[in-house]
Every structure is written in C-alpha cells, then in structure tokens.
C-alpha cells in the first residue's frame, strides 16, 4: 500500500513538480499597472501625511502664539476695585486661516487576464506544446457558469429560490415564445446556494470585522466662549482608548475612554496692585508700598477658592488701594476631565484611504480642577468653586483613515467638541467651553 | 541566472525600480505559473494567483533576507497566495465527485510517466474536489507536511490525512481509466 502511494505520488511529482508554463503577457501588464498605481498612491499618502502633520504644527504654534484666535481686550470684574486702580490689558488681534488638503489617490484597474494561449514548456514531454486551456475549461464548467450566472443575475437571491424552483414572473420575458418557464436544474440549485453562501460569507467577514480598538492621543486648543470671556484658549494634548463596532458597512458605533483638558489662559488681565498695611492708621500716607499681586476673586467659569500660601484674596477690599503698579503674573484656570463619548461613524469612502464623518454626545467627569499662577514655574493657587462633576459635551470630526494592512489602520481627524451645559452649578456663571483638535491614532480590527 | 546578478535584481526590485521588477518575473513567471496551475481550477485563475503572488512578492521584497533559495521563497508566496484564494472560496459548496473504488482495478505497476501526458496529469490534479487537490498538491508537490497542512488549511491532521488518501485514490482511478482508454484504442487500431 505504502508503495502504492509512493508510486502515485512519484508519477505526479515528476511530472508536474518541474513544470514550466509560459504566461500571457497581460499578466505582466497588469502586475506593473498595479505597482504603478501603488506608487501613486505611496507618493499621495506621503503628500497628505505631511500636509497633515504640517496642519497640526501650524496650528499647535499659532494657537500657543495666541495668534489663530481672536482674544477680546477686557480684564476680570473690576467692579470692587477702586476708581483709582488701573489695569494693564494685553491683547493680539490676528487671525490666520490655514488650510489644508488632501491629494485625491488615483485608482488604476487591473485588467482580468481572460484568454490564456498558454505554451506549456515541459521538459520531459514532446507532445505538450499545445494549447491547454480548453480541456481545463471544459474539466471544470460549473466555475463559469457560476461567474456568468452570477453576473447575469441582477436581482436578489430569494428571488430566485421560490418554492417550485421557477423563475419568477418578473424574470420571465415578455414574448410569448420565450416564456417558457424556465426549470432550475439540480445545477443551477447548487449555483444559487454557492451564491447565498457568498452573500452569508461577506455577511460573515462583516461580522468578523466588527470590533476595532483604536488608540488617539490629540492636540486641540480650548477656551470658552461668553460675552463675558476675555481670555485667551489654552492649549493641551490628551488621548484615549475607543472600541469601534461596525453596525454596517458604512456604520459604526464608538465608545471608550479619553483623557482631555479645556481651560483658559487669564494672562492679560490681571492687575496688580498695592496693599495697605493692614495695621497701619488707613491713611494714605501709611501705605506699604510694598509690590504685591492683587488676583480676581472669580473667573468666567465661577468663584476662586485660593488654595495657595500667602495669597492676598482680593474680596478682602479693606486691604487694598488702588495703585498704578503694574505687573508681570499670569493666571490658568484648567480642568482635566475624563470622556466617555457616544459617537455614530459614517464612512464616506473606505477604500486604502478612507474617509469618515463622526458625531455624538459625551460625559465628562471633572477629575481634576485648578487655577495655576504660570509666571515663572507653574503653581496651583487654587481651584473654581461649585463645579458640576458630570457635564455633557457635543462631538464632531472628519477623519482620514489609510490602510497599512488589513487589520491596521492609521489616522487623523480633526474635530470640534462643544460643552452642552455650563461647567458650574450655579445660574450666575454660564461657562460651556469649546474645543477645536486633531486627533492622531492607529486602529486594529479583530 | 547568477547568485551575484540576481541579489542585484532583488535590491533593486526593493527600491521599487519597475525595471527590475520585470526582469525577476520574466525569470521566475514561468516556473511559478507552474506551481499556480497546480492549485487552480484552470489557466485563468492560475494567472490570477500568478498575478497577485507577484504584487505581494514586489511588496515584500525588501523583508527577504538572502538566506535559502530565493526561488523557493518565491513559491512559498504563490502557495500561500493560492491557499488566501482557497480560504476564501471556502464557503462555497463542494460539489464532491461521485466515486466509487473498484476493487478489481489495481495500480499498473508498470505506468511511467511518459507515458501520460504532463496536460493529462495536470488536468487530472485540477480535476480533484478542491480540498483534495490542495492537500495533494500540497504534501507531494511541495513537500508541506500533515502538521503543516492542518495549520495552512485550518484543518485537523486527520482530515488532511484522509484527504491526501481520497485524493490519490482518486488519481489512482483516473490512471488506471486513461491507461485502460489509451489500450483499448490501441487494440481497435
């Protein structure tokens, strides 16, 4: 038995192992378009990745210049300080529009190599230079009929299968010749269930690719935007963790976790001042004219509660007068928050580079909260006072996405994300800030 | 070709010089049209493989490291290529020969083959249901062994055992047919 075996074996091997089979010329020609075309594409992500990165340094540098936004000249409430004070207002009015596109990547067509003239070279045979394709085509017939029936057919499947394996009367023609029904043979049957096998296996490898985690850190420049809001945006980097679950194939649904921060930056207005000496007699004249920072007893977003040593509140009115000292102290109110966003994604192309729209809703929890004096090394001060611990924000993106494999993905989205509620519980203050980013990350799909 | 001539076409095929690209197909096409067709249907979708085996070969020139037989790495890929194709189509419903042993056909002891046709031999491989055609092709063609072919195919070791039995049964009786055709028109002439 054995030898059987190694005889059959050695009968094909020695036929078929050294095998050597000229192939059409349009396979070349269709292997070199597709590399050519893969060179385009390489040059066009190069192109966008670098436009990309290009976008995100400009607008990481030209919002820490302050120069990509509008800041509105005004200070803190002055409306405790005396008519004597004076401040010191710091404002630049510029504004710069970037723009930044995308090279559109050319599609090239490979073309389907359909009449193979093959000339088999083979060594050990004389008789075998001869056109092979047709008893291989003819060996092996269900194939083509499968494609071509497959082609042929435009309308659904079900369609098809009805109970007395006729073909519908909306398929039937409509001379009187023709319309014989026409009987499904045992063949055709197999057909139509190699083509329900077909669609269940690209419902199957839909379903395989349903779930993605997706890595993002990002760099988004936030501020908040009130009339009463005089200050500069902050800008801060962050990151997370987002699991993607596809409901469609243009669908998706996205949750996870992300680390942000939003604040504002109060250089500019502030103002410093001269305390009187507390012990001394309230005369003019006994003022310490020692150089001291006077800091507003709120900012837009609610109270201050100074946390910090030897800090002067400025709500302790009876210490201070008005002086014309200026000063060279900033302050930052910030407010990490941890995220956990909802958000519907719409694929709008999904080819290598694809192309999507996102939106949602998120919660975010406050986890830290405070008011940072950043001259010189940055110190905490203090912290705003009767902050609401869940707030809901607004989200939107368009994001690029290109395809390294298969399972991997890298991507870039820029997006815009907007408080719903103010941040703090009290009907006084009205503070919702904004966030404009781009997210960078790289995605995997199980 | 020579060692020397050829690592220099690799290198240059890795800096995607179109060029040398052509010429490491013109060298190697045929062979591994050869190793296609013996995991295809028929001409045509051996091209196909052909086709994309090349484009991942292009792709994944530069991981290759000069270590063992380039050719061979070659045709691991076209293998591999050929195995995507067949993951793929897996779920297409087999349509199984109908074959039946006949136990007083034995083996010819005596079959050469030169005396079949190497069309006859192919056409009687691609001829094989698809799993078995794989699994044969696979274990005496190119030398993968059970354990491989369990991996590759996501198939037992048992199955592919059976399935390289079926599968030369199969040949076996398509043999013994084509001698025993090739002899009766013989003696009518």
């Known amino acids: 038995m054995l030898d059987e075996n190694k005889h059959i074996d050695s009968l094909f091997a020695d036929g078929l192992k050294g095998m050597s089979v000229e192939p059409n010329p349009e396979v070349w020609n269709a292997i070199d378009g597709k590399m050519a075309a893969t060179r385009r594409k390489r040059r066009g992500v190069i192109i966008f990745i670098s436009a990309a990165l290009a976008a995100s340094v400009l607008l990481f540098f030209g919002v820490a210049n302050r120069s990509l936004f509008i800041s509105k000249p005004g200070g803190f409430p002055t409306e405790q300080m005396s008519d004597n004070s004076s401040s010191v207002n710091q404002s630049d009015d510029s504004e710069v529009f970037s723009e930044t596109g995308g090279k559109d990547k050319a599609d090239t067509e490979v073309t389907n190599v359909e009449d193979g003239n093959g000339v088999f070279i083979a060594e050990n045979t004389s008789n075998f230079a001869k056109n092979i394709v047709q008893p291989i085509i003819t060996s092996r017939e269900n194939n083509f009929e499968k494609e071509s029936l497959l082609n042929s057919i435009p309308l659904g499947i079900r369609q098809l299968l009805n109970a007395s394996n006729q073909i519908p009367e909306s398929l039937q023609y409509e001379h009187a010749e023709k319309s014989k029904a026409i009987q499904l043979s045992a063949e055709d049957l197999i057909v139509m269930n190699n083509l329900l096998a077909m669609e269940q296996s690209r419902k199957d490898e839909l379903r395989k690719n349903r779930w993605a985690i997706i890595g993002q850190i990002s760099s988004a420049y936030s501020n908040e935007e009130s009339a009463a809001s005089a200050n500069s945006g902050i800008v801060s980097f962050g990151g997370g963790v987002k699991v993607n679950y596809a409901l469609g194939e243009k669908l998706a649904l996205q949750t996870g976790f992300m680390y942000n921060r939003v604040g504002q930056d109060m250089g500019g207005s502030r103002m410093d001042l001269a305390f009187a000496d507390p012990m001394g007699e309230g005369e003019t004249n006994n003022f310490n004219k020692q150089e001291r920072t006077v800091l507003p007893s709120h900012t837009t977003a609610g109270n201050i509660r100074y946390t910090g040593g030897n800090i002067e509140d400025r709500t302790n009115a009876e210490y201070m007068v008005a002086s014309t000292y200026s000063s060279s102290d900033d302050l930052m109110q910030s407010f990490e928050t941890i995220e956990v966003p909802i958000l519907l994604r719409y694929n709008l192309t999904q080819k290598r580079l694809g192309v999507y729209l996102s939106g949602g809703i998120g919660a975010n929890w406050i986890v830290e909260n405070g008011v940072y004096r950043t001259s010189g090394s940055r110190q905490k001060i203090g912290e705003i006072e009767n902050l609401r611990t869940t707030n809901f924000s607004s989200l939107f993106g368009l994001g690029f996405e290109y395809q390294l494999s298969p399972k991997v993905r890298i991507g870039l989205e820029p997006s815009f994300k907007y408080y719903l509620n103010s941040i703090n519980k009290s009907g006084q203050f009205d503070y919702k800030p904004y966030s404009i980013g781009v997210h960078t990350g790289i995605r995997y799909n199980f | ?189």
């Not at chain 2, 070659?74 to 087999?94: G, H």
């Not at chain 2, 048992?158 to 390289?164: A, C, M, R």
């Not at chain 2, 079926?166 to 009786?173: C, E």
Request: include cysteine; proline fraction near 3%.
């Open chain 2, 1 to 189: 070709m020579e060692n020397r001539e050829l690592e220099q076409i690799v290198k240059e095929c890795s800096k995607g010089k179109s060029k040398a690209q052509e010429l490491l197909y013109r060298e190697f096409a045929p062979k591994m049209l050869g190793v296609c067709l013996r995991y295809s249907n028929d001409l045509s979708e051996a091209e196909d493989t052909l086709q994309d085996g090349f484009i991942k070969v292009f792709q994944s020139i530069k991981s290759y490291q000069f270590k063992g037989s380039f050719e061979g790495w070659i045709r691991r890929i076209m293998v591999n290529t050929a195995l995507e194709k067949f993951r793929k189509s897996k779920n297409m419903q087999v349509v199984d020969e109908v074959w039946e042993p006949d136990p007083d056909s034995e083996p010819d002891e005596s079959i050469q083959s030169s005396n079949i046709p190497l069309e006859v031999l192919l056409q009687m491989v691609q001829g094989l249901p698809d799993r078995y055609q794989m699994v044969f092709s696979l274990y005496v063609l190119d030398g993968y062994t059970h354990n491989e072919i369990s991996e590759v195919m996501d198939i037992t070791v048992g199955t592919s055992k059976s399935n390289l039995a079926r599968g030369r049964a199969i040949l076996k009786q398509k043999v013994n047919d084509f001698l025993s055709e090739k002899e009766n028109k013989l003696k009518i002439c």
